[in-house]
């Protein structure tokens, strides 16, 4: 059944990935399988689900499918995401009475199982353009029974990627006029999302969110939770418009003038670990900025050039180009340069393990390693330095952007989203940048040093500031292990005998 068109949500963000042949007698409840919004409010994908099901008049539920590993996953990621979903769950029952799924393995098996054993007659799902994602859409349309229908509604980005554009674009010159074109249509406020109609009927699904955060965090532990940001929908928004330290409501107003000051941490907004997890809409801080542009035109216009076109052209870009994380990825010139120089002499060649201990000769590059390792979020301007580095340092490009995207999704709590395989891509091999002088190692990619560095901010006041902080962190864990160990009464003077 298509997408009727009397749904509360514009037509143009939803697809029918797999029409329901003539759908049985009776149709059956609508499942939302819940993966890259991972929020109650101002999610088109739920809004959709709520809207079909009330057509239908049938119940509706969300499904989420937790995988034994995504894209290198730690304690850091999962933590905070099951911590969200917790809260989730709690909501949405409460509040809508929807029931909320959370299964484990593989969507392939798990999803399709879902359908059988309701007689579900439509799967909504929200968008992402990762490989990944998109093979278990694939495989889940040919294991569905022909009466499924299958809707994918693009939940993350204000104009829908396949709105957007129809092609790979080449920059944010050439998607920033196809946007803003649309948004009139698509940047729109929410409808306010109602209990539906039919309620689903009462199953035991108990699920055992402190002993899943247990497993996660302890498989994990390589790269433990990090404390500075509160995971969930309410934190999140918290983040944006909070009275205490919101964003829109306390720092906007530097934006402009210190987003590029890696000594001023709360210079940024402080979204990305929200919005790569979906616990806050990019819609609804767009449309709370907006009404801020009379106060600060300037930093509204430049946090809407990062939030909307600088985003969503790394959507654009996973979606057009299924080398986005590859050299292969990149545009000719950039790899016919990076190829003219692979033998260019580096004055200094560093391992994965070097970089990743943070044992290079830079002590700003170093910094701003052990701030991705500790805090779990390095500061934007330094991430294009830091990445840019390996390519200097490494003994050719595949090999630096390999290093780059391991360390980025490994240790970022934003990592293993559009933006970073982008972020990469940018540094390292110029995609959606412009040539530069031709040097070595670089070729015609985009050059950042130490000197350029120094210009720009206090580069010693920033290596100080990152010793600082990693020393606190590393007190704080040695205490918190302290109070386990004494916890477990185990006496810490006998220790060392
Ligand atoms: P703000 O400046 O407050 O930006 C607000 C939001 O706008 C961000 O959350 C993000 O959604 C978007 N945005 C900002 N800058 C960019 C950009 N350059 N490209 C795309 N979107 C942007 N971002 C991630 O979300 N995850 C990553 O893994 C990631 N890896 C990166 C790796 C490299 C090498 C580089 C150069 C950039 C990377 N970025 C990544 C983009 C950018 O650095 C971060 O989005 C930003 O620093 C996140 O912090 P913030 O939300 O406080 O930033
Ligand atoms: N989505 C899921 O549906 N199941 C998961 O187990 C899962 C784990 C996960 C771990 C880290 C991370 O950064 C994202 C994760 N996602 C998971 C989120 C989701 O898949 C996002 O859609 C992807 O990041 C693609 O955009």
């Known amino acids: 059944m298509a997408a009727s068109s009397s749904t509360a949500v514009q037509l143009g963000r939803t697809r029918v990935l797999k029409h329901g042949s003539s759908s049985p007698s009776k149709p059956g409840p609508v499942l939302y399988w819940m993966f890259r919004d991972q929020r109650l409010r101002d999610n088109w994908a739920l809004i959709h689900a709520v809207d079909?099901?009330?057509?239908?008049?049938?119940?509706?539920?969300?499904?989420?499918?937790?995988?034994?590993?995504?894209?290198?996953?730690?304690?850091?990621?999962?933590?905070?995401?099951?911590?969200?979903?917790?809260?989730?769950?709690?909501?949405?029952?409460?509040?809508?009475?929807?029931?909320?799924?959370?299964?484990?393995?593989?969507?392939?098996?798990?999803?399709?199982?879902?359908?059988?054993?309701?007689?579900?007659?439509?799967?909504?799902t929200d968008f992402s353009p990762l490989r990944q994602v998109r093979e278990w859409k694939e495989e889940i349309i040919k294991r569905v029974p022909d009466y499924v229908s299958i809707h994918e509604v693009d939940a993350?980005?204000?104009?829908?990627?396949?709105?957007?554009?129809?092609?790979?674009?080449?920059?944010?010159?050439?998607?920033?006029?196809?946007?803003?074109?649309?948004?009139?249509?698509?940047?729109?406020e929410f409808p306010v999302l109602k209990p539906p109609i039919k309620k689903w009927v009462a199953t035991n699904r108990h699920i055992d969110w402190e002993t899943l955060i247990e497993n996660a965090t302890r498989k994990g532990a390589e790269v433990p939770e990090i404390g500075w940001c509160e995971p969930g929908e309410v934190a999140a928004r918290e983040t944006l418009m909070g009275n205490k330290n919101g964003f829109l409501t306390t720092r906007l107003k530097n934006y402009s003038t210190d987003r590029n000051n890696p000594l001023k941490a709360n210079g940024l907004s402080g979204l990305s670990p929200y919005l790569h997890f979906g616990q806050i809409s990019a819609q609804h801080c767009a449309l709370e900025a907006r009404k801020l542009h009379k106060v600060n035109p300037q930093a509204v216009d430049t946090f809407l050039e990062e939030l909307i076109v600088r985003r969503e052209l790394s959507d654009n870009f996973c979606y057009y180009q299924p080398n986005y994380d590859s050299l292969e990825g990149a545009w000719d010139w950039a790899r016919s340069t990076l190829m003219a120089h692979a033998s260019d002499k580096r004055e200094h060649l560093y391992t994965k393990e070097q970089l990743e201990k943070a044992q290079t000769a830079d002590l700003l590059w170093n910094a701003s390693q052990l701030e991705m390792?500790?805090?779990?979020?390095?500061?934007?301007?330094?991430?294009?330095?830091?990445?840019?580095?390996?390519?200097?340092?490494?003994?050719?490009?595949?090999?630096?952007?390999?290093?780059?995207?391991?360390l980025n999704d490994k240790y970022h709590i934003d990592g293993r989203d559009p933006n970073g395989y982008v972020g990469c891509m940018w540094s390292i091999c110029g995609v959606h940048d412009q040539g530069w002088k031709e040097r070595p190692v670089f070729g015609k990619i985009r050059y950042m040093n130490y000197a350029g560095c120094k210009r720009k901010?206090?580069?010693?006041?920033?290596?100080?500031?990152?010793?600082?902080?990693?020393?606190?962190?590393?007190?704080?864990?040695?205490?918190?292990?302290?109070?386990?160990?004494?916890?477990?009464?185990?006496?810490?003077?006998n220790l060392h005998k």
């Open 52 to 124: 079909q099901a009330n057509r239908l008049n049938v119940p509706v539920a969300v499904a989420f499918n937790l995988f034994d590993q995504f894209l290198g996953a730690k304690a850091r990621q999962l933590g905070f995401m099951l911590r969200g979903l917790r809260q989730f769950q709690g909501e949405i029952e409460q509040t809508l009475q929807i029931p909320f799924f959370l299964f484990q393995g593989e969507a392939i098996d798990t999803i399709p199982n879902f359908l059988q054993e309701h007689g579900a007659s439509l799967l909504v």
């Open 156 to 188: 993350h980005n204000i104009v829908p990627v396949w709105v957007a554009s129809n092609k790979l674009e080449y920059g944010a010159r050439t998607i920033r006029r196809k946007i803003n074109n649309e948004l009139p249509d698509y940047l729109t």
């Open 373 to 406: 390792v500790h805090h779990g979020k390095m500061h934007g301007f330094m991430r294009m330095y830091w990445a840019k580095k390996i390519l200097e340092w490494t003994s050719s490009p595949q090999e630096a952007l390999e290093i780059a995207i391991y």
């Open 457 to 493: 901010f206090d580069v010693d006041g920033y290596i100080a500031y990152v010793k600082k902080l990693v020393g606190g962190i590393k007190k704080r864990k040695g205490e918190t292990l302290l109070d386990s160990k004494t916890k477990q009464g185990i006496n810490i003077q």
